[in-house]
């Protein structure tokens, strides 16, 4: 009897990273074919939901593998397509897209689609989390790296789509300082597996990988399958204490997660909660708008198997030196040097 075929399914945005991947559709394929794959691509439209739609038809339809390319928000749908289902495919992901957090955490060579499919022909693969976020009274939502909310969740919102595509991170941190001085806190209860904490916050996060937003060590310790969302809640809104809290992030050296400004909890379920809710809390699943709070969090332990690049997924490092990459570390060091200008006076 004849041996059946693996099937791939490619599931692209074409508008991501000044359309990169409308360039390599075929060669992807072609590389997808090498692997033993039988491959087809689909190209995601501008109806909401395209590539949640075709990722959750591809996995209820038995397909082995889904590629998704595209950015954090493509990669999201595709996540949340395959999620809902008892028996899922594969996932590897060809990131294309502004800030490619899931890939910098995987160690996924980034804005090179060929490089990013040749992870797939190394055969390394992890169990790895999603997490799950329900709004009190509305449905549930997927996220494979992060959740936030409160302060600076409106930044993917407020940066239009032709800056991504044109300036990529600088858009974003261009907006984020522009942001900075609007930030405010309000009360919240948080409650959490090792307890409660009631008072002020400004933001929280809800990692389930190292990378938010770029920075590599934001959550320095987060593991990618240990069950456990690494939850952070700044605890102020003054602008030096934030502007040093973004340097210790920027310089990587970790500290900001003994801050006094700062509560960092590991954590497979939360629920926040705002106290005196002046305006919308609203909640960020990896880059897109994910309803507000009062919302609860759950950790789905080993729940997708992906390829990543586990030659390389301890490495601290950036992986390659690309215009992007250079860009952001000349931000940040500007963001340790304000910092250590700012202790000294």
Not at 117 to 122: A, L, P, R, T, W
Not at 215 to 242: M, Q
Not at 321 to 332: G, I, Q
């Amino acid at each position: 009897m004849k041996e059946r075929k693996l099937r791939a399914r490619l599931i692209y945005n074409p508008s991501s990273g000044q359309e990169i991947m409308k360039k390599n559709v075929a060669d992807v394929l072609e590389k997808l074919e090498s692997f033993g794959y039988e491959a087809s691509a689909f190209q995601t439209k501008i109806s909401p939901k395209s590539a949640e739609i075709e990722a959750k038809r591809a996995t209820q339809d038995g397909f082995d593998l889904i590629v998704a390319a595209g950015g954090d928000g493509t990669i999201n749908e595709v996540v949340s397509g395959i999620s809902g289902n008892e028996k899922r495919p594969k996932l590897a992901i060809i990131p294309a897209g502004t800030t490619n957090d899931l890939a910098r955490a995987l160690k996924i060579p980034r804005n090179n689609p060929i490089d990013a499919v040749d992870i797939i022909g190394k055969n390394q693969t992890l169990k790895v989390d999603v997490g799950v976020a329900t709004p009190i009274g509305k449905d549930s939502k997927y996220f494979i790296n992060i959740a936030a909310g409160g302060a600076l969740t409106e930044l993917t919102y407020s940066v239009p789509s032709n800056l991504k595509t044109m300036f990529g991170y600088l858009a974003y941190l261009s907006k984020g300082a522009e942001l900075l001085p609007r930030v405010k806190c309000e009360k919240v209860r948080v409650t959490h597996d090792q307890g409660v904490f009631e008072g002020k916050m400004s933001m929280f996060f809800v990692a389930l990988t190292n990378s938010v937003g770029g920075f590599e060590k934001i959550a320095p310790d987060a593991k990618l399958d240990d069950g456990k969302f690494t939850l952070i809640l700044v605890k102020t809104d003054k602008l030096f204490e934030l502007i040093a809290l973004l340097g210790m992030v920027a310089n990587g050296s970790g500290k900001h997660v003994n801050d006094v400004n700062v509560e960092y909890i590991k954590t497979s379920h939360l629920k926040v909660e705002p106290l005196e809710q002046k305006r919308p809390t609203l909640i960020n699943l990896d880059g897109e708008f994910g309803g507000e709070a009062p919302v609860e969090f759950d950790n789905l332990k080993n729940h997708i198997e992906m390829f990543v690049n586990l030659d390389e997924i301890n490495d601290l490092n950036y992986i390659g030196d690309d215009e992007e990459t250079l860009a952001f570390e000349a931000v940040a060091q500007k963001f340790a040097e304000e910092a250590d200008r700012m202790k000294s006076e």
